[in-house]
């Protein structure tokens, strides 16, 4: 099912406008994403495609057949909050049954739906359980195998990840990218977590106070920005403003503001010199804040640890720098 946002607008009072002209199409079986910073609107955009807010403009279609006047218990979609909201008191058989006996299912295909619910999200052998006995990934697994439970168009995902600590994200991530292929259920996701974009997204939409700045695919938005906030919020990068000494040593033109990735400076023996001010030692990688001869403070990536105080030199290939 391919679900279409077009020209969405919310606003909550006079001179609040959270939502400003939205559109978008999620492809069936697409694990679209919604990413921007808190109050960019992407949540209230989630929550007018489940029917819990109404646009003040626009319309909402799930295939042809517009939604806005559905109520969300006929919308067959399915919500995975941050805090899991899944029922203490029921085992997580029972919390994955909710969802199919609420639509009257007959006992077969309630126990069907709920086995292979279970399945894909590998909690088989933990259905007897309660949530108090589960840790924080499992809980948000179980949200997840409740979702699927009642097959629906649309699953919508508010930050899931959030609550999780390191760990649990990653190995979290790697599961939701195995159950999404495995199942191929269209879904909206949204985050701040440009981690989360990267490795998940079949495309992005980067929001900025109620607007989309860009839509693509997550190595398409990344590498090719088409502008300063899109480059910034989808990873870290060191930008020049027009004419700037510096960036006419790496060749940019000198009426362009540019910007390059910390990855794409390469340490060699000549060109642009730098002072190491601060470094990081980060495993397989270390940051370097430094500072070049022209008073810039740039952030580098190298492979190996270089000391505060050292000098070193770096240079950037021309097509790794990205022209606003």
């Not at 899991?84 to 299912?105: C, D, F, M, Q, S």
């Not at 709920?114 to 894909?120: K, M, S």
């Not at 002072?275 to 397989?284: C, F, I, Q, R």
Request: proline share 6%.
């Amino acid at each position: 099912m391919t679900i279409t946002v077009n020209h969405l607008v919310k606003s909550f009072g006079p001179d609040n406008r959270v939502v400003n002209d939205v559109s978008f199409a999620i492809q069936p079986g697409e694990m679209f994403f919604l990413l921007g910073p808190s109050g960019c609107g992407k949540t209230t955009v989630l929550r007018m495609l489940a029917g819990f807010v109404e646009p003040d403009e626009g319309d909402i279609l799930f295939e042809k057949k517009r939604m806005n006047d559905v109520p969300p218990q006929d919308r067959n979609t399915a919500m995975v909050f941050q805090n899991y909201a899944i029922w203490p008191h029921l085992t997580v058989y029972e919390n994955v049954a909710y969802g199919p006996r609420a639509r009257k299912l007959d006992t077969s295909t309630i126990e069907k739906r709920v086995t292979d619910a279970l399945r894909v999200v590998r909690l088989e052998d933990l259905a007897q359980r309660k949530p108090a006995q589960l840790s924080g990934g499992q809980q948000q697994r179980v949200a997840l195998a409740r979702a699927l439970a009642v097959e629906p168009d649309l699953i919508l995902l508010d930050e899931p990840l959030s609550n999780l600590d390191a760990r649990l994200r990653l190995e979290l991530r790697e599961e939701l990218q195995r159950i999404h292929r495995e199942t191929r259920t269209t879904c909206l996701y949204v985050t701040h977590d440009q981690e989360e974009a990267l490795s998940l997204a079949d495309r992005v939409a980067v929001m900025n106070q109620g607007r989309i700045e860009q839509i693509g695919a997550p190595s398409e938005i990344y590498e090719h920005p088409v502008n300063e906030f899109a480059a910034r919020f989808m990873g870290e990068i060191n930008v020049l403003a027009p004419g700037n000494p510096l960036a006419a040593m790496l060749g940019a033109p000198s009426d362009r503001k540019i910007g390059f990735r910390p990855e794409s400076a390469h340490l060699t023996g000549d060109g642009v010199a730098a002072v190491v001010k601060h470094a990081t030692y980060l495993g397989s990688k270390a940051e370097l804040a430094v500072e070049t001869a022209t008073g810039e403070t740039l952030k580098l990536w190298a492979r190996k640890m270089v000391p505060p105080g050292e000098k070193l030199h770096f240079q950037v290939a021309p097509e790794s720098l990205i022209l606003f």
